[in-house]
């Protein structure tokens, strides 16, 4: 009867048998045996006679794995160790079981297993290596990505790339918890037949590795159609038992004789197999990932799928890593009630800009906005009201400017604006705009502006913004709701 015990055996030879070590590597060649030993043993009843080679494999038998323990005694006779398969019998005594643990299983496997047997476990450890040393490169290329977007690339790469999962496709989709959905974020594969054939000539006729895969990203050779259309889908769960998005939390591998249960899915005619998994991060979902071979039509094996799951667990935390520092680096530079930048970082680019506008000969503007009367918004409506208030302003001053323009929460109701290659005309125009759309949302501000230029003294950067201080106040006093702007008044809607 197999057990997974020692009982009836002496305390002494139990300890020597427990505290034998059995390292890492042979634990997993035993578990990927293509199939279960039996193990019997009779044991000197002084554990100190006992070989450890002996103690090592009675211990790889209490492990439960592939190797199962029957009947194991103690007491007087010789030492004795049987390791069976169906007919087959590999009897060691003492001699045998004093050499080193490597020199009796090679001893073991050669008399229980034939050749296809050893192939097989040979492919299966060839295969569990490949998978590991591309989750290695994949999850270090991840830690040096200067972003999430470059990192979740670098993530779906490792699916895709034929060392690698070998996968003809792969999205990503993050959950939006605002309206339940999941939104198309990043993809990678072929948009068509004829352009997945084209990729995998390339592939094996330039035989590109999945460094290559990921260097893509800056050299844009990849078709980006597919990712185009994945970021016009959104998966939305239906809440029945039976559809995908739900039991993705559970289930890794999909097989359908027709479409997906889930509507929202079907979008993107997945093959008759596919892969679809849900990521979580602390116990809530934060994405879903798809991948499927819909163009070679390959099947996903046990095999793969058992590589995929470790992948996707692996490069899963690496993501969910990466997004905590992003949260922290983000907090530390942006103001946590606008979203907008702080000021430590204002003053970080400004010093940027400050030089790359010395060295390029470009100009460098700078824009000062105050909201009018805010302490009585405060004072009357509440400080809710006025929060309210600085979040609305933030979001327009966000959506207005260029995407290299620097806004930032200078304090209390004061932002300012620095504009990188901007003119005395560029910036009265800028400010025109900005007091007019903050005057439809109901925010009154006073704007002052002011423009350096390349020839500016080192010291520019104070003397820009005492410049641009002193032409708010100049529009303060001239009853608010307008700017000054190099010494001329500005009025919104003019």
Same mark, same amino acid.
């Given at each position: 009867m197999e057990r997974s015990s020692l009982d009836g055996v002496p305390a002494a030879i139990v300890r020597a048998v427990k505290t034998a070590p059995v390292a890492p590597h042979v634990r997993a060649m035993f578990a990927h045996l293509p199939q279960r030993l039996r193990l019997d043993a009779h044991l000197p009843d002084d554990a100190e006679r006992i070989p450890l080679a002996a103690r090592q494999l009675v211990k790889i038998g209490l492990m439960g794995e592939k190797v199962a323990l029957r009947e194991v005694t103690a007491g007087d006779g010789a030492l004795s160790l049987t390791v069976a398969l169906g007919e087959r019998r590999c009897t060691l005594g003492f001699a045998e079981l004093s050499q080193e643990l490597r020199v009796v299983i090679h001893a073991i496997l050669g008399a229980l297993f034939e050749g296809s047997d050893v192939t097989r476990l040979l492919e299966s450890f060839a295969s569990q290596s490949s998978s590991l040393a591309t989750t290695h490169q994949v999850t270090r290329h991840m830690l040096r990505a200067p972003d999430i977007d470059r990192a979740?690339?670098?993530?779906? !790469?490792?699916?895709t790339s034929g060392s690698g999962l070998g996968l003809n496709r792969a999205a990503l989709f993050l959950l939006d918890p605002s309206r339940a959905v999941f939104v198309g974020k990043s993809a990678i594969g072929p948009a068509d037949a004829a352009e997945a054939h084209r990729i995998w000539e390339e592939i094996e006729h330039d035989d590109l590795t999945i460094e290559h895969h990921i260097e893509d990203y800056s050299a844009h050779r990849t078709d980006t159609r597919f990712q185009n259309f994945v970021e016009s889908v959104e998966l939305r769960a239906t809440g029945a038992e039976d559809d995908e998005l739900v039991l993705a939390g559970s289930q890794l591998l999909f097989r359908t004789e027709a479409a997906p249960k889930n509507r929202s899915l079907a979008r993107l005619t997945p093959a008759p197999e596919f892969i679809l998994t849900s990521i979580a991060s602390h116990g809530e979902v934060k994405g879903m990932l798809f991948a499927d071979n819909l163009y070679s039509g390959t099947p996903i094996d046990d095999e793969l799928v058992r590589r995929a799951a470790f992948y996707i667990e692996q490069t899963s935390l690496v993501w969910d890593n990466l997004s905590l520092l992003q949260e922290v680096d983000t907090l530390a530079r942006h103001d946590a009630l606008t979203g907008v930048f702080n000021r430590r970082e204002l003053e970080t680019r400004f010093a940027q800009e400050k030089s790359r506008c010395q060295r390029s000969g470009a100009s460098l503007s700078l824009m000062i906005l105050d909201i009018d009367l805010f302490k009585a918004v405060n004072d009357k409506k509440g400080h809710a009201e006025g929060d309210a208030t600085l979040r609305t302003l933030g979001a327009l001053l966000q959506k207005t400017f260029r995407g290299h323009d620097v806004v930032a929460r200078y304090g209390g109701d004061e932002f300012v604006v620095l504009l990188p290659d901007a003119t005395g005309e560029h910036l009265t125009a800028a400010s025109r705009r900005i007091g007019a759309?903050?005057?439809?949302?109901?925010?009154?501000?006073?704007? *002052? *502006?002011?423009?350096? *230029?390349?020839? !500016?003294? !080192?010291?520019g950067e104070q003397a820009l913004f005492v410049a641009a201080d002193a032409e708010l106040y100049r529009a303060k006093d001239a009853g608010r709701g307008c700017a000054f702007v190099s010494g001329q008044l500005v009025k919104y809607g003019d």
């Open positions: 979740l690339y670098v993530m779906l !790469s490792g699916i759309l903050a005057r439809d949302a109901g925010i009154s501000l006073s704007i *002052g *502006g002011a423009t350096l *230029g390349a020839s !500016s003294p !080192s010291d």
